[in-house]
Nanobody
Framework: QVQLVESGGGLVQAGGSLRLSCAAS????????MGWFRQAPGQEREFVAG????????YYTHSVEGRFTISGDNAKNTVYLQMNSLKPEDTAVYYC???????????????????WGHGTQVTVSS
């Protein structure tokens, strides 16, 4: 079992940057496929970015490609989401999640993820 704690959210102007962190404990994040999701008010939780367990390959939803980068630091047991060129439509609560059964690639549905952090709010002003 792994516990996940996100941090790094906040208020930023459009065009700005934030780096979200997801600190894992109880197990190493490299044992899981890791994903970042977001949920805006009144909307469903959606996949943002993910890193596969075995290959380390990264995946992004189309709207953030070229702006967001997911990465991991094994020594710190932490996964990051670097977010650049932020837009007001990026405003949401961002969640880190772990998929224990994902062997290769990334599964995009939040239903596949077994462990979740509490979320961190990102607000982008225009």
């Amino acid at each position: 079992q792994v516990q996940l704690v996100e941090s790094g959210g906040g208020l930023v102007q459009a065009g700005g940057s934030l780096r979200l962190s997801c600190a894992a404990s109880g197990s190493t994040f490299s044992s899981y496929a890791m994903g970042w999701f977001r949920q805006a008010p009144g909307q469903e939780r959606e996949f943002v970015a993910g890193q596969a367990r075995n290959s380390g390959s990264t995946y992004y939803t189309h709207s953030v490609e070229g702006r967001f980068t997911i990465s991991g630091d094994n020594a710190k047991n932490t996964v990051y989401l670097q977010m650049n060129s932020l837009k007001p439509e990026d405003t949401a609560v961002y969640y880190c999640a772990a998929d224990r059964d994902g062997v290769s690639g990334i599964r995009y549905s939040p239903a596949y993820y077994d462990y979740w952090g509490h979320g961190t709010q990102v607000t982008v002003s225009s």
